[in-house]
């Protein structure tokens, strides 16, 4: 690559305040040129104002939502008790929070973004590969819940229109008015990211709570049907506590942590907003375990009282809801969907793959455009077919993610706290030439290190319903581990190259 002449970007434009958080120094103009733009700048200190409810508001906010209800309820459907399915959610999540509170450090620190923090470690240019990988997976997920929001609103409207609505006439499998009401929640969340940041904060802060009232209700009138909360409890496992347990936990756990494996990489474009390192740290340790065990418990609570009311266990709250004659009642219920699925979809699954696109081009795509890219994208993969099935949705989408997005935290981890001990230099993230500029723009280190990470992660996994078969058979051994064998290999392997083979120092 010839694309190697420093720009006028001075190499050095950065101050530390008393509390360790870097901003650009005062004064000095800030990073230009083609991988710059006002959206991935780092945010000033005075505008780093999130505390720790804010950030436990929007733990409980994306923790609380359809989605999350249906990994627990999905645990049951496949065997599990309530017991075994909680306790595999919740250290799921009690593991999944440490790489969290190691990547989401450099927010609060630098100010900046994701895609940007990843500049430090696969370059400049190479950091494009994991936020596009990261970027697709966001759209596979903005998908599925816009379906589920779609759903909501559809059997809301059908329950109050009556017939004509809910036995329309079908296309591709679905009545036309699902793919209305898909159509009609599509632009709602689209309407909302418009607004900027600083409006998805407010929204998580009234949110939270109100799909926590939302979800004891659901197990009051479960209970209720059931005759008692004694039913919800009294559904037995069907694997008992032997091998046949264990060997449907660990696949499992690693789908659980995969749920969450991408926000454990873009959490910066979270924290960048973080008043202090305490309010990041606090705030997800309180938010992301605590609310996710306990939406984990009312959740296989009321699918187990559905098993005991109706001979089998409803899995999915929508059809749930839709089950019941009070008017009022449904309503409430299908609103807090709503209310839950936008709350964790726009935060979880449109900020980042906006910045994520944002930084493939940042003179020609904004913040915004991202999100319309996003949102487009997510339609294009059919994210119905994804959610039709608990043992897809669960062990093939969620474990190939996680496997995946494993390798990425592992080498961000690596390279952030081991190899430069949380020390970076903000305007060299920005520009040609500098020390994260590596060979043309790429640290083949990293891209290496990811290669062979995703491989031995995922490549031996079964990629039903999406492809018969499995695309390394002789790895198959590994599949149910995919999670922590991409983050180990990754983060071993990049630590280990990047000792033996330094990069050659460059100009800072």
């Not at 993610?401 to 920005?430: C, E, F, H, K, Q």
């Not at 290496?448 to 198959?476: H, N, Q, Y």
């Amino acid at each position: 690559m010839t694309d190697t002449a420093p720009t006028a970007i001075p190499p050095s434009g950065q101050v530390t305040t008393s509390d360790g958080r870097v901003e650009l120094a005062p004064g000095s103009p800030p990073p230009a040129g083609p991988y710059a733009n006002q959206d991935l700048l780092p945010v000033p200190v005075e505008k780093r104002t999130w505390t720790t409810y804010n950030f436990s508001a929007l733990w409980v906010g994306m923790a609380h939502n359809t989605a999350s209800w249906t990994l627990a309820s999905g645990l049951i459907a496949v065997g599990m008790d309530w017991k075994q399915a909680v306790f595999t959610i919740a250290l799921a999540n009690l593991i999944v929070l440490v790489p969290m509170l190691l990547t989401g450090h450099a927010g609060p620190k630098y100010g900046i973004p994701f895609p940007v923090f990843a500049r430090a470690s696969f370059g400049v240019r190479g950091a494009n590969l994991p936020a596009v990988v990261r970027a697709l997976v966001a759209c596979g997920w903005f998908g599925i819940q816009t379906w589920i929001g779609g759903e909501a609103i559809y059997f809301l409207a059908g329950k109050l229109i009556g017939d004509s609505w809910a036995n329309a006439s079908h296309i591709g499998g679905h009545a036309w008015t699902m793919w209305l009401s898909f159509a009609l929640f599509w632009v709602l969340q689209v309407a909302i990211i418009y607004r900027g940041m600083e409006t998805i904060r407010r929204f998580e802060n009234w949110a939270a709570p109100f799909v926590i009232v939302g979800a004891v209700v659901m197990l009051i009138w479960m209970s209720n049907k059931a005759g008692g909360v004694g039913p919800l409890f009294d559904q037995p496992s069907k694997l008992g506590w032997g091998g046949d347990f264990w060997k449907l936990f660990w696949p499992s756990l690693m789908g659980m942590i995969g749920f969450w494996s991408t926000l454990s990489l873009n959490i910066p474009d979270f924290t960048r907003y973080g008043k202090s390192q305490k309010a990041q740290t606090w705030g997800q340790a309180l938010g992301l375990p605590t609310t996710m065990t306990l939406f984990a418990f009312l959740s296989v609570l009321v699918t187990s009282g559905s098993q005991a009311v109706y001979g089998e266990p409803v899995w999915d709250p929508v059809q749930l809801a839709a089950k019941t004659d009070n008017v009022v009642g449904l309503l409430y219920a299908l609103v807090t969907v709503l209310v839950a699925t936008l709350s964790v979809n726009i935060a979880a699954n449109l900020v980042s793959p906006a910045f994520d696109f944002s930084n493939v081009a940042p003179r020609k795509i904004s913040f915004r455009t991202g999100a319309l890219i996003t949102s487009v994208l997510a339609v294009v993969i059919f994210p119905w077919k994804l959610y039709s099935d608990p043992q897809g949705y669960i062990f093939t989408w969620l474990g190939l993610v996680g496997g995946l997005l494993g390798t990425v935290a592992g080498i961000l981890i690596a390279d952030y706290w081991l190899l430069r001990r949380t020390r970076l230099d903000l305007t060299d993230l920005y520009r040609t030439g500098g020390r994260y500029w590596y060979d043309g723009g790429w640290n083949w280190r990293a891209v290496l290190a990811f290669l062979v990470g995703g491989v031995l992660a995922i490549g031996g996994a079964s990629f039903k319903p999406l492809i018969d078969g499995r695309p390394i058979p002789a790895l198959s051994s590994l599949a149910d581990y995919g999670w922590a064998v991409g983050l180990g290999t990754s983060l071993v392997l990049y630590l280990g190259l990047s000792l033996l083979i330094r990069p050659t120092p460059r100009a800072a």
